[in-house]
């Protein structure tokens, strides 16, 4: 089978080499098909993989001693980045000397770069960061998660539709069921722009719209993609997160507070082992920036080493389907209908 390389932000995100390049490393030890471009310091990717065992032949190092700080502004970073190791993905990205980027660098700078160099698909306004968030019936597809901090109702029937394609390609579903997040789910509930993004994409008969939905039902089963601005996305993203390490840790902490609770962790260890996985943000990371011409994913900036691993198989997965191609053909399809 045909090889597919991948291009990696090595200093992106708040741990840099000490996530990416184990991350890379066991990439592609997992598979054979993959070779890994890791653009950073390589003095430093030279010291942190001497001694590692690893296939050389599908490891590239390029160099560059300039990454995106993740407190910078992103017009800054597009003016003065480029020849960063985030900047210089995203170009190999364009270039066609990689398949895909991933990067847990500053999102607002990967995205900047990513409309500027990678580019948009013809007539998506504004990119969307989008993943898969654990639910009752497997996961949910919410977006934006924070490529925009706002949006207006025309962006949101656009994330509704990118969304939707999304998740006929991945979970081969013809008619997803599309939910507005609001504050309730009464048809006068919320501001002018999200009654109004509802109306448009229940008129959109391409859409099967599925009405508002408040934070609790993304991990419920009221629908399969859940659309809303940036700023609300990322914080009921993060908010999922955090809820998810404390019921672990709270779990954890219970079973060890006394014998009993001891024992009966033991007993139930397969249990809490399962659950503790489905619930697992690590599992997870990696979102799709939807709406590019190009496969980039966005990892957590907080993404240890399998966290990392995890983005990397979803670049791996966008690829091997020709995600940002398929998606711009079902938007044509939804247009035209």
């Given at each position: 089978?045909?090889?597919?390389?991948?291009?990696?932000?090595?200093?992106?995100?708040?741990?840099?080499?000490?996530?990416?390049?184990?991350?890379?490393?066991?990439?592609?030890?997992?598979?054979?098909?993959?070779?890994?471009?890791?653009?950073?310091?390589?003095?430093?990717?030279?010291?942190?993989?001497?001694?590692?065992?690893?296939?050389?032949?599908?490891?590239?190092?390029?160099?560059?001693?300039?990454?995106?700080?993740?407190?910078?502004?992103?017009?800054?970073?597009?003016?003065?980045?480029?020849?960063?190791?985030?900047?210089?993905?995203?170009?190999?990205?364009?270039?066609?000397?990689?398949?895909?980027?991933?990067?847990?660098?500053?999102?607002g700078a990967l995205?900047?770069?990513?409309?500027?160099?990678?580019?948009?698909?013809?007539?998506?306004?504004?990119?969307?960061?989008?993943?898969?968030?654990?639910?009752?019936?497997?996961?949910?597809?919410?977006?934006?998660?924070?490529?925009?901090?706002?949006?207006?109702?025309?962006?949101?029937?656009?994330?509704?539709?990118?969304?939707?394609?999304?998740?006929?390609?991945?979970?081969?579903?013809?008619?997803?069921?599309?939910?507005?997040?609001n504050i309730g789910?009464?048809?006068?509930?919320?501001?002018?722009?999200?009654?109004?993004?509802?109306?448009?994409?229940?008129?959109?008969?391409?859409?099967?719209?599925?009405?508002?939905?408040?934070?609790?039902?993304?991990?419920?089963?009221?629908?399969?993609?859940?659309?809303?601005?940036?700023?609300?996305?990322?914080?009921?993203?993060?908010?999922?997160?955090?809820?998810?390490?404390?019921?672990?840790?709270?779990?954890?902490?219970?079973?060890?507070?006394?014998?009993?609770?001891?024992?009966?962790?033991?007993?139930?260890?397969?249990?809490?082992?399962?659950?503790?996985?489905?619930?697992?943000?690590?599992?997870?990371?990696?979102?799709?920036?939807?709406?590019?011409?190009?496969?980039?994913?966005?990892?957590?900036?907080?993404?240890h080493a399998r966290?990392?691993?995890?983005?990397?198989?979803?670049?791996?997965?966008?690829?091997?389907?020709?995600?940002?191609?398929?998606?711009?053909?079902?938007?044509?399809?939804?247009?035209?209908?």
């Open positions: 089978m045909a090889s597919l390389r991948l291009a990696v932000d090595a200093m992106g995100g708040d741990f840099g080499l000490r996530s990416s390049i184990p991350a890379a490393l066991a990439a592609i030890s997992e598979n054979p098909r993959l070779h890994i471009t890791l653009i950073g310091d390589k003095h430093a990717i030279d010291a942190a993989i001497q001694g590692k065992r690893f296939d050389s032949t599908r490891l590239e190092i390029v160099h560059s001693d300039c990454a995106v700080a993740m407190d910078e502004k992103p017009s800054v970073a597009l003016r003065k980045k480029r020849h960063s190791s985030m900047g210089m993905a995203l170009e190999m990205l364009k270039d066609g000397r990689a398949n895909g980027v991933v990067s847990a660098g500053n999102t995205v900047a770069m990513g409309c500027f160099i990678v580019e948009r698909i013809p007539g998506i306004r504004r990119p969307a960061i989008c993943a898969p968030i654990p639910s009752r019936s497997g996961h949910t597809f919410v977006l934006d998660l924070g490529a925009n901090v706002d949006g207006d109702a025309d962006e949101l029937h656009q994330f509704a539709i990118m969304g939707s394609a999304l998740a006929c390609i991945l979970d081969n579903k013809p008619s997803p069921r599309v939910a507005v997040l789910e009464e048809l006068l509930k919320g501001k002018e722009y999200l009654r109004d993004a509802a109306e448009l994409i229940r008129k959109d008969n391409s859409l099967n719209y599925a009405g508002f939905v408040e934070g609790g039902d993304i991990l419920g089963s009221a629908a399969d993609v859940v659309v809303c601005e940036g700023f609300v996305g990322n914080v009921a993203v993060k908010v999922c997160e955090g809820t998810a390490r404390f019921i672990g840790e709270g779990l954890a902490s219970q079973f060890k507070r006394t014998v009993y609770g001891r024992l009966v962790g033991a007993a139930a260890k397969p249990l809490l082992r399962s659950f503790r996985q489905q619930i697992n943000p690590e599992r997870y990371n990696g979102a799709a920036l939807l709406g590019l011409k190009g496969v980039v994913v966005k990892s957590h900036g907080r993404s966290s990392f691993q995890n983005a990397i198989r979803h670049a791996v997965q966008a690829v091997e389907l020709d995600l940002p191609a398929r998606i711009a053909r079902q938007i044509e399809v939804m247009v035209e209908h």
